[in-house]
């Protein structure tokens, strides 16, 4: 994602939990706000998406073992992408012809962050304020848009 932010693609993030950093092309979780504040509703968006996200890979990890065999790397990098891409079409194709199939509940209590805003378009801004201003930026140029009743908590 940084790679692509860096070229200029602007629309789309990754989720990261809180133990990662802000960056604009990453968006985290923000901890400690009242119910009533656009920084709590962010944040429970947040941890839905990423809830779904950890249960897909739960059961995908499940149903493929090749994926997470000894939670190590045992293939080359661009193999090991091909491989997921083949577990992918082929669990698709799975859902699309109703074929049963046993799922292991990986269930992680966390919430789909969304929005096609267009925010920060702009590669001099990011090079002169630094990238986790921008960050900053677009997280809460984000939460505005998204939670307009709610009060901004600071």
């Not at 109703?98 to 090079?127: A, F, K, M, S, T």
């Amino acid at each position: 994602m940084e790679f692509h932010y860096n070229r200029g693609e602007r629309h789309t993030w990754l989720i990261g939990d809180a133990g990662y950093p802000l960056e604009p092309w990453l968006l985290t979780p923000l901890t400690h706000y009242p119910e009533e504040t656009r920084q709590y509703q962010y944040t429970k968006k947040h941890c839905k998406a990423r809830n779904v996200v950890e249960r897909f890979f739960g059961v995908f990890k499940s149903m493929w073992r090749c994926l997470s065999y000894q939670r190590v790397l045992m293939y080359a990098p661009d193999t090991a992408g091909k491989i997921v891409n083949a577990c992918a079409i082929i669990h698709n194709m799975r859902i699309h012809y109703r074929l049963p199939v046993q799922l292991i509940e990986d269930c992680i209590e966390q919430e789909p962050v969304g929005g096609n805003n267009r925010i920060n378009d702009n590669n001099e801004i990011v090079d002169r304020i630094g990238p986790r201003v921008v960050a900053m930026r677009i997280q809460k140029q984000l939460m505005a848009n998204w939670f307009p009743n709610y009060v901004d908590g600071g």
